[in-house]
């Protein structure tokens, strides 16, 4: 068994996924690798705060290092040095953010290189290969993008060339004979019909998880819950759901609540170094003037090395004069503050308090 | 007493410096902390390295992040977390560097922020007195530097105003009545005789210790060598000698065999940044092509964070791609490998097989 529920509260449940690498508890948080590297840290690092699942990055890894050093390296977790779960997107949101770099078409799509304006062509069946070269855990198909608002034929479309794409994708991944997991992305813009079709379809295709695509691309985040109940609603209990790209803290819980596996998002991370840190009470702007004279930790009690030695005022010095130290004290305790609440909503799932842990978190929060 | 020569080994010898925050033993590198921190690591790391002191630099600091700031923090010492010896310089050298920003009359020097233009004011007194809100350990004297090459009459000048200036430092460091310890600055260009000269006067005010300014700035490294051993056969055998703003690994051969004590440089922390770092056999451009593929650490059997864990490949697509735990890691190395080349170059000199030691190493170093 690939994943097992382990204990439900609502439609929120808590579970173990096992894949080549670890049993990773759910629900998880992963934290962005996007270039077989967590931003500003390293793996003694992450194994500090004991992070269970990255996600890296196919397309950034496919131009740089490249494939083959990955493969001769022995795959991405090798290279690296970590030994948890990796989870490879299928480089199609990066691919569809290109815009005026790329053209998609029955077999693929056709990109430049933001780099150095190259170009190279992304196929179902090659995108599965590629994931195959760097050996990680959980490989997503390509999936067509598109963004919001959408009309709904043009939002089919795009979920009728998924749903080929996928098939092909598994036809790809069953040649690999891999002991790797094949999660496939649930497309059909924001309309819960597409979603219900999308979801039938992709169950056909025997995935080990499913991958929740198209959320968070400007759309009300109303609509993204509602869209998302109705996603997860037509999805078995027995398959993991991975959301992803979203994880700011209040996500978590939206999110989570509503039966919701395993995300991802560069929220910590990027506000980090933007001197954007998460406390129970809300966030700080650390560079900012009421800093310069705060001798305080940035929370009280945290045990992360940014709170355990250095004040807000160090740390406003260290992040204003662009000191390096400043992005990697700051990214850990973003992740140190939100692998703690990952450990907080299992725990409150287990214990049937979901919902008060939810309405105690966000009313200190916001 | 404030330093005691333990052994000795032709003109190099071992000490012990003590500063109220700690012994040191000599001869010592000082990793550079410009602005508070150690560039791309924090102080958790210098405590992994054992680094038993550190040079901050005062012109850095009165600007950002001011000394009302550290002051209030509780000195230096407490706003980075380090309690090591923190030796602060006069901020003359930078001061110096700004050229058209700059005027020098007999009060002192004038200069404009290099961030922000503001004006600003340096002179004996009141650079004694910000060393005195920083509270680091060791304070340096407002001197007047000269560049290379120099007339003698200009470097006679220099000297004169840089004595005047170091006995008007000696009168406002009495006013403090403080347990740090004054190191007026010996210049005297690249003349010999300026250089007893300067000596003889500076002994007259009873030092702690001497800083040996005014050498790396351009001349032949003979000359270097030269002038230096001039200055140091100048000085008793009781007075910690600090060389300023040196330490490749071939300068701490040079320097230390020529009786320095102490030494610091920005050359194993900006070289990290950029790629270079330093092994036993030399130095390697880790961002180069052909360390892609090169799977071996940078060095076999060191201890480092960086040799611990990674591969060169993976160190040279971190640098490549400017992630910057890549920063860090190389930093890592080249401080372990910098301050472990110190640890054998004491043991060497209390072996009495210090010409031997530096024989071994240039030969597979260059």
Known sequence: MTFSVTSRDGKARTGVLRTPHNEVETPVFMPVATQGS????????LAALDAQALLANSYHLYLRPGPEIVEEAGGLH????YGGTLLTDSGGFQVFS??????????????????DGSKHTFTPENVIRLQARLGSDIWTALDECVGWPCTPEKAQDALKRTQRW??????AFIKEKTKSLFFPILQGGLYPELRLEAAKHLLGLEPDGICLGGFSIGEP???????????????PEEK????MGMGA????????GRGVDMMDCVWPTRNARNGR???????????NAEFRKDFRPIEEGCPCPACRRYTRAYLCHLHRVKELSAYRLLTLHNLHFTLGLMREIRAAIKEGRFQQARKDFLSRYE
């Open 38 to 45: 967590v931003k500003a840290l390293d793996q003694d690092d």
């Open 78 to 81: 090798k290279f690296m040095d």
């Open 98 to 115: 290109l815009e005026e770099l790329r053209k998609v078409d029955e077999e693929g799509v056709t990109f430049r290189s933001h780099h």
């Open 166 to 171: 996928a098939e092909r994708a598994k036809e």
């Open 221 to 235: 985040k109303e609509l993204t819950w509602s869209v998302l109940e109705a996603s997860t609603a037509a999805l």
């Open 240 to 243: 993991p759901r991975y959301l």
């Open 249 to 256: 803290a209040e996500d978590l819980w939206e999110a989570f």
């Open 277 to 287: 840190v998460f406390t129970r009470t809300g966030a700080l702007n650390i560079p």
